[in-house]
């Protein structure tokens, strides 16, 4: 099993392009999510998606979209990127279960600028 | 809100000593807790969980955590450290039946050979 990957590993943007970062999971979990990571900041959501067709927001949504068209994909999208989403940022899944506790497998990162 | 509190940025510690890094949390009802470890250039990866039962959880390379209710705490531990130790702990926290981690900010773990 590949666990989690993520597409690109790393991209320098300029301000107001737009792309897609690609997270795939081989695990059959139905959790995914997105997280940022900034210096002094841990670990900070952007959106998750609880089973496939849906998204919800997290701590920090503004600026991102995400969609998860099939179980194992979830993709986070910058339509106009900024300096401020210079980060960076982690997949991660889990399996269901009714009280979930079940840990998160996170990927390996992509590390954005946007200068 | 669920949240947590890593109350020391670094922790320094000499290789074989006694190595202990904080967390407190925040939680409406019952916790679920958890640590993860984060090696340079690296993802987050699992150490171990708390769900109920035994207040000492044990998890992988020799760490170990402690719950405690009464002071909201869940401090991890290692009776001895390595220098391979030396990496960023994370403690984070669910309430039940929330979809959602509430990580804090990280400690940064130095092991001094």
């Known amino acids: 099993n590949a666990g989690v990957t993520q597409t690109p590993k790393f991209r320098v943007l300029k301000t107001g392009q737009s792309m897609t970062l690609l997270c795939a999971q081989d695990?059959?979990?139905?959790?995914m999510y997105w997280y940022r990571q900034d210096p002094g900041m841990g670990l900070r959501l952007i959106h998750y998606?609880?089973?496939?067709?849906?998204?919800a927001k997290g701590e920090v949504p503004d600026g991102y979209n995400v969609s998860r068209l099939k179980k194992q994909n979830f993709l986070l999208g910058l339509e106009s990127a900024a300096p401020s989403q210079t980060s960076v940022y982690f997949c991660?899944?889990?399996?269901?279960?009714?009280?979930?506790?079940?840990?998160?497998?996170f990927g390996p990162g992509t590390r954005l600028t946007v200068l | 809100a669920q949240s947590v509190a890593q109350p020391e940025d670094q922790v320094n510690v000499a290789e074989g000593n006694p190595l202990t890094v904080k967390c407190t949390y925040s939680?409406?009802?019952?916790?679920?807790l958890f640590w993860y470890v984060q090696y340079p250039n690296r993802g987050l990866q699992f150490l171990l969980k708390?769900?109920?039962?035994?207040?000492l959880v044990k998890g992988s390379y020799g760490f170990e955590a402690e719950f405690n209710k009464s002071q909201t705490s869940f401090h991890l531990k290692k009776p001895s450290a390595l220098v391979s130790d030396s990496a960023l702990y994370f403690c984070?926290?669910?309430?039940?039946?929330?979809?959602?981690?509430?990580f804090g900010k990280g400690n940064q773990v130095v092991v001094i050979p």
């Open positions: 991660a899944s889990s399996s269901w279960t009714s009280g979930g506790y079940n840990e998160q497998f």
């Open positions: 984070a926290v669910r309430d039940y039946g929330n979809n959602r981690l509430a």
């Open positions: 708390y769900i109920t039962g035994d207040n």
């Open positions: 695990m059959n979990h139905e959790y």
């Open positions: 939680v409406s009802g019952n916790p679920y």
């Open positions: 998606s609880v089973g496939e067709g849906t998204t």
